[in-house]
């Protein structure tokens, strides 16, 4: 069975510095593996996915995630912050061929002007 | 218009009462799915379904029942809320290829 580990449950940066949030996956087989973000009172967007094809896959709004299997990690960038970045981030993780979806804890971000 | 259509959007009960919360999607999609979010805990599946005639148990599934009118609706029903089922909760559905999910907006359910 898949899982997912967030570390951090909150990460501040500043505008216009780089964002790093951090996961690590746990699954038996290649998976695929996503990015979703939360606005306030809003449902999940998806930012990016990794589907087996390039390792460095780039999203929406200037993010994207490396995915590095010999570290089983899919950690999420962006080199400059923008205060609309604020939002709350999950990983989440699907075996080929699996219904399920295994989301992280999720990572809260904080801009700072 | 949205993809994925949630009602209500909010809803304050009592306990005990029944609840229903409703989900419609134009994706055209077979598989959907009903989670709730907690703090601290990201999302939790509670039930899901691959066609009208497939539904299966999630997670956390005690407490909830569902029901798939159609292609297009899903519905998820509280018989008895209780004051721990207050959460945020979310339908949502996906592709056949690469599991990706589309959600909706979201139901913010509090039990009193």
């Known amino acids: 069975a898949q899982s997912v580990t967030q570390l951090g449950s909150h990460v501040s940066v500043s505008e216009g510095a780089l964002v790093l949030l951090r996961c690590n996956y746990s699954?038996?087989?290649?998976?695929?593996l996503f990015w979703y973000v939360q606005y306030p009172n809003q449902g999940l967007q998806l930012l990016l996915k990794?589907?087996?094809?390039?390792?460095l896959v780039k999203g929406i709004n200037g993010f994207e995630a490396e995915f590095k299997k010999s570290e089983t990690s899919f950690h999420l960038t962006k080199p400059s912050a923008h205060m609309s970045d604020a939002a709350e981030y999950f990983c989440?993780?699907?075996?080929?061929?699996?219904?399920?979806?295994?989301f992280g804890a999720g990572t809260t971000v904080t801009v700072r002007a | 218009d949205a993809d994925v259509t949630q009602t209500p959007r909010n809803r304050i009960t009592k306990t005990g009462k029944r609840i229903m919360l409703e989900c419609s999607q134009t994706?055209?999609?077979?598989?959907m799915y009903w989670y709730r979010q907690d703090p601290g805990l990201g999302l939790r599946l509670i039930y899901y379904s691959f066609d009208v005639k497939d539904i299966n148990k999630g997670e956390i599934s005690d407490g909830y029942s569902v029901s798939r009118q159609a292609q297009a609706k899903f519905s998820l029903s509280l018989e008895s809320a209780i004051p721990n089922q207050t959460a945020l909760y979310f339908c949502?559905?996906?592709?056949?290829?690469?599991?990706?999910?589309?959600f909706g907006p979201g139901t913010r359910l509090t039990v009193l």
């Open positions: 699954s038996s087989v290649p998976p695929y």
């Open positions: 989440a993780v699907s075996d080929p061929g699996d219904y399920k979806l295994s």
């Open positions: 949502a559905t996906s592709d056949l290829y690469y599991n990706e999910q589309f």
């Open positions: 994706k055209g999609h077979d598989r």
């Open positions: 990794y589907t087996s094809a390039a390792t």
